[in-house]
C-alpha cells in the first residue's frame, strides 16, 4: 500500500474508532441529565435518590442526583448501598491524573 493509501485508511479507522465511542455516551436530557439510568447503576445505587435526574460530573467523574428539597434543589453524589460515590473513574486516577 502506498503512503497516500495509508494515510487514508488511517483517517478512516480514525473516525470510525471515534463514532463507535460516542455510540457508547448516554443520552442526556436538555437539561444535562441520563435520558436512562444503566441497569447496574440502578441496583448498587442507595434507596431514596432519584434516578430521575442523574448526571455524570465532569470534574470528579462521579454520578450526582439532583434532590428536589423543601426549599431547594441540590445536586448530591449518588451512593452506593454501602455508602461510598459511585464514579466511572476511581477518584484516586483523578487525584494523580492532575
Not at 462521579?62 to 434532590?67: A, F, G, S
Amino acid at each position: 500500500m502506498n503512503v497516500k493509501g495509508y494515510t487514508s485508511m488511517k483517517y478512516v479507522l480514525l473516525l470510525g474508532g471515534a463514532l463507535a465511542l460516542a455510540g457508547c455516551e448516554a443520552p442526556l436530557t436538555d437539561e444535562g441529565y441520563l435520558k436512562e439510568v444503566p441497569e447496574g447503576l440502578a441496583a448498587i445505587a442507595a434507596p431514596n435518590q432519584n434516578l430521575s435526574a442523574v448526571q455524570i460530573s465532569a470534574e470528579d467523574g462521579c454520578y450526582w442526583y439532583r434532590h428536589d428539597g423543601p426549599v431547594e434543589d441540590t445536586l448530591l453524589p449518588l451512593r452506593a448501598k454501602d455508602g461510598r460515590p459511585i464514579c466511572t473513574v476511581a477518584p484516586e486516577t483523578l487525584e494523580t491524573a492532575m
